[in-house]
């Protein structure tokens, strides 16, 4: 085994990160593996985004625009990267918004993690797309495994 793990490493291989036992509920049941697309309520509580649903458009401060983006995973690995897009009409109307995960940037939760209120900022005046459909987008990659991508579909308020 060990000189398996030496020639992978010098052929330059990736090996993969080891796979966590997620744990269980509190019932005693295992852990799903899931990965929730959300945003957030008024009081910061993380929100699963359904498809559909409204997203609302936030007039931010600095004269800027954008929508809070938050993801829920149960039995995922707290490293990786997650990387979000909005769209509407098939246009990319969002700036890329990319996040190397760390442990100092994940909330806990029952079998796994949180993070809550990212903003996706348009690329325009936000303003523009009230009353629009649109997508937002997210993936999950970590090393060593495929990326998981996640989609909804959503009405721009």
């Not at 797309?129 to 579909?153: C, D, H, K, L, Q």
């Amino acid at each position: 085994m060990r000189w398996l793990l030496v020639a992978l490493v010098v052929s330059g291989c990736p090996v993969p990160e080891p796979v966590e036992d997620a744990g269980t509920l509190p019932d005693g049941g295992p852990c799903p593996k899931e990965l929730v697309l959300g945003t957030e309520s008024r009081l910061r509580d993380f929100v699963a985004m359904a498809e559909g649903s409204d997203l609302e458009i936030i007039a931010g401060p600095q004269g800027g625009w954008h929508v809070w983006v938050s993801v829920r995973a149960t039995a995922w690995p707290k490293t990786g990267t997650l990387a979000y897009v909005l769209r509407s009409g098939g246009t990319v109307v969002s700036a890329p918004l990319r996040i190397e995960l760390g442990e100092a940037f994940l909330d806990p939760i029952t079998c796994g993690w949180e993070r809550r209120s990212d903003a996706l900022t348009f690329t325009g005046v936000g303003e523009n797309f009230r009353g629009a459909t649109g997508e937002v987008e997210m993936t999950y990659e970590a090393f060593g495994s495929a990326p998981t991508v996640v989609r909804r579909g959503v009405v721009l308020k």
